[in-house]
Each structure stands twice: as C-alpha cells, then as structure tokens.
C-alpha cells in the first residue's frame, strides 16, 4: 500500500513558479509509475504529467508541456511537479496518484491518491 501526501500549493501571480512536492510512504514506491492530476469545481479531473517507475519516461498534458516537469527521487519516496509560467486557468487542487506497473493519463487507472494542494494563479 502507498500513502501520498501533497504540498507546496498556494497563491502565486500570473508567469510564477511553484514546486509540488508528493511524499510517499510505503517500502514500493520505485514500483509504481506516479501522475499528476488537477480538478477545478463541477469539472472532471485532468491528467497533468505522469512518469515511469525509473523516471527515464515522462508524459505531459498538451496544456502544460514545455511549463510543467514531472521528476522523482526513489531514495526519497517523493515526486515533484515544477510548474513554471504559471497562468490562471492553471488554478486548481493538484492531486499525485501512484498506479502500478505503467503510467496512464486515466485517472480510474491510479490505485492511490493524495488528499490534494490547492494552487491558485492570480491575473
């Protein structure tokens, strides 16, 4: 089992940057690929970033590719989502989910799910 822990949200101003940090805990981390997702009210939630166990494989949402980085640190049991150029319809609860095996931008696929960090993008 895996128990995920986000932070590091908050307000940041329009062209920001923020780092989200995920804590996992559990001695199988390195066993499961781990995404990024965010959810805004009354919407679905939208697959952000997702990266293989190894980390040498990385998949990004078209929305946030070239201002977003997934990455992770094994020895740490944590991944990280560095999110540069910030803009305000990237407002939301940003939530990391581990899934075992391969990554997906499913959300249903992800077996684990932090409780969420709230960011919010001010124009």
């Known amino acids: 089992q895996v128990q995920l822990v986000e932070c590091g949200g908050g307000l940041v101003q329009a062209g920001g940057s923020l780092r989200l940090p995920c804590a996992a805990s559990g001695r199988t981390f390195s066993s499961y690929a781990m995404g990024w997702f965010r959810q805004t009210p009354g919407k679905e939630r939208e697959f952000v970033a997702a990266?293989?166990?190894?980390?040498?494989?990385?998949h990004y949402a078209d929305s946030v590719k070239g201002r977003f980085t997934i990455s992770r640190d094994n020895a740490k049991n944590s991944v990280y989502l560095q999110m540069n150029s910030l803009k305000p319809e990237d407002t939301a609860v940003y939530y990391c989910?581990?899934?075992?095996?391969?990554?997906?931008?499913?959300?249903?696929?992800?077996?684990?799910w932090g409780p969420g960090t709230q960011v919010t993008v001010s124009s």
């Open positions: 990266i293989s166990w190894s980390g040498g494989s990385t």
């Open positions: 989910a581990a899934v075992y095996g391969g990554y997906s931008d499913y959300a249903g696929a992800y077996e684990y």
